[in-house]
């Protein structure tokens, strides 16, 4: 009889533990302002490419406004067939390499930079080179679902625009 009060005394108590717990969580999620919101972009800038050339990325800094994670889980465009979050890894041989990540997280009031030799947005099978002095536009996907599109500028080289 012992182990059965025993039992339904941690059982109220977790209860009571998971009540407490909610109205928290409840607050969190009632701020009303979506990642999208909370996201201001600074700096977007990609580099420009050659007529050779298949891939292009972009980079820019993500400042978060508000008290939430924000959490960038994609990127769409028009210039690119496969457009994916990245970073930049150096190979033990010293060569760069690319690969896709799941999202980008910015902590609250903080920010995050897309760069070369960092995080960055992958632009695969460009649909026409980035022409130094025009622009194109990146429609970012937050994890709640809210967008926001960027205006782009393309760099040439000498601008900063570098390809790794």
């Known amino acids: 009889m012992g182990g059965k009060r025993f039992f339904l005394s941690a059982l109220r108590g977790s209860i009571v533990g998971v009540l407490f717990a909610m109205p928290s969580f409840g607050a969190a999620q009632a701020n009303n302002t979506t990642m999208a919101e909370s996201a201001i972009i600074?700096?977007?800038?990609?580099?420009?490419?050659?007529?050779?050339?298949?891939?292009?990325?972009?980079?820019?800094?993500i400042r978060n406004a508000g008290d939430r994670i924000i959490r960038l889980i994609e990127v769409r465009t028009t210039v690119a067939d496969i457009?994916?979050?990245?970073k930049t890894e150096i190979e033990i041989d010293g060569d760069?390499?690319?690969?896709?990540?799941?999202?980008?997280?910015?902590?609250?009031n903080g920010l995050v930079t897309l760069e070369p030799g960092g995080q960055l947005v992958l632009l695969r099978d460009l649909t026409k080179p980035l022409v130094a002095g025009t622009k194109f536009v990146l429609c970012l996907t937050f994890y709640d679902g809210s967008l926001l599109s960027v205006d782009v500028p393309v760099r040439s080289v000498g601008e900063g625009g570098t390809m790794k």
Do not use: R
């Not at 457009?83 to 990245?86: A, E, K, R």
């Not at 760069?96 to 609250?108: D, R």
């Open 42 to 61: 600074v700096s977007p800038w990609a580099p420009a490419t050659d007529e050779d050339t298949f891939d292009g990325v972009a980079y820019f800094t």
């Open 83 to 86: 457009v994916s979050l990245g």
């Open 96 to 108: 760069l390499h690319s690969s896709a990540i799941f999202q980008v997280i910015v902590p609250p």
